[in-house]
Protein backbone atom coordinates (compact mmCIF):
# COMPACT_ATOMS: atom_id res chain seq x y z
CA UNK A 1 0.00 0.00 0.00
CA UNK A 2 1.51 3.49 -0.71
CA UNK A 3 1.47 6.20 2.13
CA UNK A 4 1.88 9.93 2.00
CA UNK A 5 4.11 11.33 5.11
CA UNK A 6 4.18 14.51 6.93
CA UNK A 7 5.29 15.81 9.92
CA UNK A 8 1.64 15.35 11.10
CA UNK A 9 1.67 11.47 10.90
CA UNK A 10 0.75 9.13 7.36
CA UNK A 11 -2.30 8.49 5.85
CA UNK A 12 -3.01 5.60 3.79
CA UNK A 13 -3.90 6.44 -0.06
CA UNK A 14 -6.95 4.29 0.45
CA UNK A 15 -8.44 6.74 2.51
CA UNK A 16 -8.56 9.18 -0.04
CA UNK A 17 -10.38 7.17 -2.21
CA UNK A 18 -13.63 8.70 -0.50
CA UNK A 19 -12.67 11.81 -2.34
CA UNK A 20 -13.46 10.22 -5.78
CA UNK A 21 -10.12 11.69 -7.23
CA UNK A 22 -7.20 10.40 -8.09
CA UNK A 23 -4.31 11.75 -6.35
CA UNK A 24 -0.86 11.52 -8.31
CA UNK A 25 2.60 13.27 -7.55
CA UNK A 26 1.46 14.62 -4.21
CA UNK A 27 4.37 16.06 -2.35
CA UNK A 28 4.38 16.47 1.26
CA UNK A 29 3.71 20.37 1.04
CA UNK A 30 0.39 19.46 -0.93
CA UNK A 31 -0.82 17.41 2.38
CA UNK A 32 -1.79 19.88 5.45
CA UNK A 33 -3.10 18.36 8.34
CA UNK A 34 -5.12 19.76 11.58
CA UNK A 35 -7.17 18.11 14.29
CA UNK A 36 -9.96 18.24 12.33
CA UNK A 37 -9.16 18.23 8.93
CA UNK A 38 -6.67 17.43 5.77
CA UNK A 39 -6.09 19.24 2.76
CA UNK A 40 -4.76 18.26 -0.17
CA UNK A 41 -4.67 20.85 -2.36
CA UNK A 42 -7.89 22.78 -2.89
CA UNK A 43 -9.76 19.32 -1.78
CA UNK A 44 -10.27 20.23 2.17
CA UNK A 45 -11.49 17.10 4.53
CA UNK A 46 -13.40 17.85 7.19
CA UNK A 47 -14.28 14.58 9.49
CA UNK A 48 -15.12 13.99 12.91
CA UNK A 49 -12.60 12.32 15.19
CA UNK A 50 -13.81 9.45 17.28
CA UNK A 51 -15.65 11.44 20.69
CA UNK A 52 -15.90 14.57 19.37
CA UNK A 53 -18.83 16.37 19.83
CA UNK A 54 -21.23 17.76 17.32
CA UNK A 55 -20.74 21.46 18.25
CA UNK A 56 -17.19 20.94 18.17
CA UNK A 57 -17.62 19.17 14.62
CA UNK A 58 -19.85 22.54 13.95
CA UNK A 59 -16.77 24.58 15.12
CA UNK A 60 -14.71 22.39 12.77
CA UNK A 61 -16.59 23.26 9.72
CA UNK A 62 -16.67 26.93 10.10
CA UNK A 63 -13.33 27.74 10.75
CA UNK A 64 -12.35 25.73 7.38
CA UNK A 65 -14.93 28.04 5.34
CA UNK A 66 -13.13 30.88 6.80
CA UNK A 67 -9.58 29.47 6.33
CA UNK A 68 -10.37 29.71 2.36
CA UNK A 69 -9.85 33.03 1.31
CA UNK A 70 -8.52 32.63 -2.16
CA UNK A 71 -11.68 30.82 -3.60
CA UNK A 72 -11.69 32.44 -7.53
CA UNK A 73 -13.08 30.93 -11.11
CA UNK A 74 -9.83 29.49 -12.08
CA UNK A 75 -8.76 28.21 -8.03
CA UNK A 76 -12.19 26.78 -7.18
CA UNK A 77 -12.42 24.72 -3.45
CA UNK A 78 -14.12 21.36 -2.55
CA UNK A 79 -14.87 20.82 1.23
CA UNK A 80 -15.50 17.36 1.52
CA UNK A 81 -17.34 16.40 5.03
CA UNK A 82 -17.34 12.71 7.08
CA UNK A 83 -19.99 11.10 8.52
CA UNK A 84 -21.33 12.93 11.57
CA UNK A 85 -23.78 16.04 13.10
CA UNK A 86 -22.42 19.46 12.28
CA UNK A 87 -24.14 21.60 14.83
CA UNK A 88 -23.45 25.25 14.34
CA UNK A 89 -25.45 25.97 17.44
CA UNK A 90 -26.85 29.60 16.31
CA UNK A 91 -24.59 30.70 13.59
CA UNK A 92 -25.08 30.17 10.53
CA UNK A 93 -23.09 28.38 7.51
CA UNK A 94 -22.01 31.40 4.98
CA UNK A 95 -21.72 30.11 1.37
CA UNK A 96 -18.81 31.33 -0.83
CA UNK A 97 -18.24 31.23 -4.54
CA UNK A 98 -16.35 29.10 -6.26
CA UNK A 99 -16.18 26.60 -2.92
CA UNK A 100 -18.63 23.64 -2.82
CA UNK A 101 -19.40 21.15 0.20
CA UNK A 102 -19.84 18.16 -0.29
CA UNK A 103 -20.81 15.68 2.76
CA UNK A 104 -20.74 11.61 2.70
CA UNK A 105 -24.72 10.93 2.37
CA UNK A 106 -27.67 12.87 3.14
CA UNK A 107 -28.17 11.12 6.21
CA UNK A 108 -24.83 10.14 7.06
CA UNK A 109 -23.77 14.20 7.51
CA UNK A 110 -26.39 16.75 8.94
CA UNK A 111 -25.73 20.11 9.26
CA UNK A 112 -27.91 21.58 12.00
CA UNK A 113 -28.31 25.34 13.76
CA UNK A 114 -30.94 26.99 15.40
CA UNK A 115 -30.17 30.55 13.66
CA UNK A 116 -33.55 32.17 13.85
CA UNK A 117 -34.73 33.97 10.29
CA UNK A 118 -31.55 33.93 8.18
CA UNK A 119 -30.75 29.82 7.32
CA UNK A 120 -28.76 27.19 8.74
CA UNK A 121 -27.50 27.48 5.08
CA UNK A 122 -27.06 31.11 4.17
CA UNK A 123 -25.97 31.41 -0.02
CA UNK A 124 -25.28 35.45 0.00
CA UNK A 125 -25.06 37.65 -3.24
CA UNK A 126 -21.38 37.13 -2.91
CA UNK A 127 -21.97 33.01 -2.86
CA UNK A 128 -23.74 32.33 -6.61
CA UNK A 129 -22.97 29.15 -8.62
CA UNK A 130 -22.02 27.65 -5.42
CA UNK A 131 -23.03 23.64 -4.29
CA UNK A 132 -24.14 21.57 -1.54
CA UNK A 133 -24.44 17.97 -2.23
CA UNK A 134 -24.75 14.66 -0.01
CA UNK A 135 -25.77 15.86 3.50
CA UNK A 136 -28.53 16.94 5.31
CA UNK A 137 -29.43 20.39 6.58
CA UNK A 138 -31.53 21.08 9.95
CA UNK A 139 -33.07 24.02 11.32
CA UNK A 140 -34.41 24.19 14.80
CA UNK A 141 -35.20 28.14 15.17
CA UNK A 142 -38.08 28.65 17.85
CA UNK A 143 -39.17 31.46 15.46
CA UNK A 144 -38.29 31.02 11.83
CA UNK A 145 -36.47 27.93 10.61
CA UNK A 146 -35.63 28.66 7.85
CA UNK A 147 -32.86 25.59 6.63
CA UNK A 148 -31.77 27.15 3.46
CA UNK A 149 -31.88 31.14 2.89
CA UNK A 150 -30.73 31.97 -0.59
CA UNK A 151 -30.06 35.43 -1.75
CA UNK A 152 -26.76 34.24 -4.06
CA UNK A 153 -28.38 34.76 -7.62
CA UNK A 154 -28.33 30.40 -8.02
CA UNK A 155 -27.84 27.86 -5.99
CA UNK A 156 -27.42 24.39 -6.61
CA UNK A 157 -28.28 21.26 -4.26
CA UNK A 158 -27.94 17.43 -5.41
CA UNK A 159 -28.78 14.80 -2.80
CA UNK A 160 -29.77 17.01 -0.07
CA UNK A 161 -32.28 16.49 2.53
CA UNK A 162 -33.73 19.31 4.08
CA UNK A 163 -35.63 19.60 7.34
CA UNK A 164 -37.10 22.40 9.21
CA UNK A 165 -40.10 21.41 11.35
CA UNK A 166 -39.76 23.96 14.76
CA UNK A 167 -40.45 27.65 14.36
CA UNK A 168 -43.76 29.05 15.77
CA UNK A 169 -44.16 31.00 13.46
CA UNK A 170 -42.75 29.67 10.11
CA UNK A 171 -41.01 26.92 8.70
CA UNK A 172 -39.55 27.22 5.35
CA UNK A 173 -37.10 24.67 3.82
CA UNK A 174 -35.49 27.00 0.96
CA UNK A 175 -36.38 30.49 1.25
CA UNK A 176 -35.53 32.05 -1.77
CA UNK A 177 -35.33 35.61 -2.13
CA UNK A 178 -34.96 37.35 -5.72
CA UNK A 179 -33.04 34.75 -6.57
CA UNK A 180 -33.13 30.92 -8.62
CA UNK A 181 -32.30 27.75 -7.47
CA UNK A 182 -31.49 23.89 -9.33
CA UNK A 183 -32.60 21.34 -6.97
CA UNK A 184 -32.06 17.53 -8.25
CA UNK A 185 -32.54 14.06 -6.14
CA UNK A 186 -33.60 15.82 -2.89
CA UNK A 187 -36.44 16.46 -0.37
CA UNK A 188 -37.77 18.66 1.90
CA UNK A 189 -39.98 18.17 4.98
CA UNK A 190 -41.73 21.47 6.80
CA UNK A 191 -44.25 21.41 9.56
CA UNK A 192 -46.55 23.72 10.20
CA UNK A 193 -47.45 26.48 10.85
CA UNK A 194 -46.64 28.04 7.64
CA UNK A 195 -44.75 24.82 6.63
CA UNK A 196 -43.93 25.76 3.03
CA UNK A 197 -41.52 23.08 1.62
CA UNK A 198 -40.06 26.36 -1.11
CA UNK A 199 -40.87 29.56 -0.62
CA UNK A 200 -39.68 32.60 -3.67
CA UNK A 201 -39.94 35.95 -2.40
CA UNK A 202 -38.52 39.24 -4.78
CA UNK A 203 -39.76 41.16 -7.90
CA UNK A 204 -37.10 40.03 -10.10
CA UNK A 205 -37.34 37.26 -12.85
CA UNK A 206 -35.67 34.00 -11.36
CA UNK A 207 -36.12 30.27 -12.09
CA UNK A 208 -36.69 27.62 -9.75
CA UNK A 209 -35.81 23.87 -11.46
CA UNK A 210 -36.76 20.81 -9.34
CA UNK A 211 -36.31 17.35 -10.58
CA UNK A 212 -36.69 13.75 -8.83
CA UNK A 213 -37.67 15.47 -5.38
CA UNK A 214 -39.46 15.31 -2.77
CA UNK A 215 -41.77 18.34 -1.56
CA UNK A 216 -43.39 17.70 1.69
CA UNK A 217 -44.18 21.04 2.74
CA UNK A 218 -47.14 20.94 5.35
CA UNK A 219 -48.80 23.71 4.73
CA UNK A 220 -48.02 24.12 0.87
CA UNK A 221 -45.49 22.36 -1.62
CA UNK A 222 -44.43 26.08 -3.19
CA UNK A 223 -45.08 30.06 -2.80
CA UNK A 224 -44.33 30.99 -5.81
CA UNK A 225 -44.51 35.29 -6.17
CA UNK A 226 -45.10 36.88 -9.42
CA UNK A 227 -41.53 37.36 -10.40
CA UNK A 228 -40.74 33.33 -10.13
CA UNK A 229 -41.10 30.94 -12.67
CA UNK A 230 -40.83 27.14 -11.25
CA UNK A 231 -40.29 23.85 -12.89
CA UNK A 232 -41.43 20.77 -11.06
CA UNK A 233 -40.77 17.53 -13.15
CA UNK A 234 -40.50 13.79 -11.83
CA UNK A 235 -41.47 14.89 -7.94
CA UNK A 236 -43.42 13.70 -5.30
CA UNK A 237 -45.66 16.15 -4.53
CA UNK A 238 -47.95 16.07 -1.11
CA UNK A 239 -50.83 17.23 -2.63
CA UNK A 240 -52.62 17.37 0.04
CA UNK A 241 -51.52 21.08 0.23
CA UNK A 242 -52.28 24.15 -2.07
CA UNK A 243 -49.38 25.88 -3.98
CA UNK A 244 -50.01 29.38 -3.57
CA UNK A 245 -48.53 32.42 -5.29
CA UNK A 246 -49.23 34.68 -9.14
CA UNK A 247 -45.81 33.32 -10.48
CA UNK A 248 -45.56 30.61 -13.20
CA UNK A 249 -45.25 26.40 -12.80
CA UNK A 250 -44.51 24.15 -15.57
CA UNK A 251 -44.81 20.56 -14.47
CA UNK A 252 -44.42 17.05 -15.97
CA UNK A 253 -44.42 13.77 -15.01
CA UNK A 254 -45.07 14.27 -10.87
CA UNK A 255 -47.15 12.28 -8.42
CA UNK A 256 -48.32 12.17 -5.23
CA UNK A 257 -48.01 10.13 -2.41
CA UNK A 258 -50.02 7.38 -3.41
CA UNK A 259 -47.97 7.36 -6.75
CA UNK A 260 -50.92 8.68 -8.56
CA UNK A 261 -50.34 11.78 -11.03
CA UNK A 262 -50.19 15.00 -8.85
CA UNK A 263 -51.69 18.38 -10.52
CA UNK A 264 -49.32 20.92 -10.09
CA UNK A 265 -50.15 23.45 -8.98
Not at 176 to 203: E, F
Not at 226 to 231: E, M, S
Request: neutral net charge; proline residues 2%; hydrophobic residues 40%.
Amino acid sequence: MNYIRSGFGVIALSVLCILSVLISDVSANDLILTPNNASIGNIVVVSPRAGSSATANGTALLNTLAMIVDASASNKYLIKLGPGTFNLGASMLSMKQYVDIEGSGKELTVITSSSDGTGTVHAGSTASRCTLRNLGINNTAATYAYAVYNNAGLLFLDNVAIDARYGASYNIGIFNDNSSLDMRNSGIVTLTPNGWAIYNSGTQYNNNQIFNSVLAGNDSQVYNSAGYGVDIAFTKLNTTSTNFGAGVFRCFQNYNISFAPATCP
